[in-house]
Structures are given as C-alpha cells and as structure tokens.
C-alpha cells in the first residue's frame, strides 16, 4: 500500500508538470518527483540504492534545472490547474492501479517474483548484470547530454552570462 501512495503521487506530480509554468514552482515539482521516485526506488529495491540515486538526481540534474529557473523571469502563477492537475493525475494512478489488481486477481505472484529480484539488487548483483546494463548506458548518456548542456550553457562566449559591453 506504500508503494501504491508513492507511485501514485510521481504519477500526479508528472500530470502536474505540463500546467506550471512559473520556473520555481516547476522546480519544485521535479524536486518532489525525484525525491518520491527514489523514495519507491528504495522500497522496491534498496534504501542505498535510492539514496544513492537521489544524491545524483540532485547533484546533476537540478542544479542546471536551478540555474536555467534563475535566468527565467517569473510569470503568472494559475494555482487552481495545478490542484486539478495533481487530483486527476491522483485518481488516475489510483484507477489504474485498481484495474491491474482486480483483473489479476491479486498481486500475490507479483510480489514473490520480487523477493528474488530485490535479493539481488540490494546485494549489488543485479545492478551490474547482464540484464540491466542497458540501463546503466542510458542513465550514463542522460548525464553525458546534461553536461554537455551546462557547458554550453557557462560557454564564456556564447552563453546567457556573457557581457553586455553595448549597454556601458
């Protein structure tokens, strides 16, 4: 039932994101998401694994989020689409969570086909095998392309902290 509440609340703040549009608020909605994410993380695999996980979805990815939110100037602020949002996203998650369980009748296979999958990640085996290599790759390309982003974003040169020598 935890990891239902969890999962359902990544799942509201997603449906949220598209509705804000206020740089800090968004910011706080992918602080949330990624704090709740590794939060589910850590109950289906390993606490150190979502800690982990965490300490790299805010070292890396939001500190440029942060950076490209302080450059944006603040806009109006629709506070009544993000509580709809939040709710139908909610209720969504919630639904679809119900139809999965009542048409299998139960999640109880489910969940001894994890024990063996949460032994070998919480023991380090399962997060170098064979089958989940590929996430590794692509978790290392997403940071690849973010810091290739931040780099081309403090160029000296090109980028948005450069002089602006024809105001003096």
């Known amino acids: 039932m935890t990891v239902l509440s969890v999962f359902s609340v990544c799942f509201s703040l ?7 549009s206020q740089p800090l608020a968004l910011g706080v909605v992918v602080l ?18 979502g800690y982990v996980l965490f300490l790299v979805y805010v070292g890396g990815l939001l500190v440029m989020f942060a950076y490209v939110a302080a450059l944006v100037p603040n806009s109006i602020f629709l506070g009544i689409w993000v509580f709809f949002g939040f709710f139908c996203g ?73 002089f602006h020598s024809e105001l003096k």
């Open 14 to 20: 997603l449906a949220v994101m598209p509705v804000l």
């Open 32 to 49: 949330l998401f990624s704090l709740f994410s590794c939060v589910m993380v850590g109950l289906c695999v390993s606490s150190w694994y």
């Open 90 to 162: 909610m209720g969504l998650s919630i639904g679809l969570y119900l139809l999965v369980y009542v048409q299998d009748g139960g999640v109880v296979s489910w969940i001894s086909e994890f024990g063996v999958s949460k032994f070998l990640f919480s023991s380090g085996f399962g997060l170098v095998s064979s089958s989940s290599v590929s996430i590794m790759v692509v978790l290392g390309a997403v940071l690849l392309i973010n810091l290739l982003a931040v780099v081309k974003v403090c160029y000296y040169q090109q980028g948005p902290l450069r």
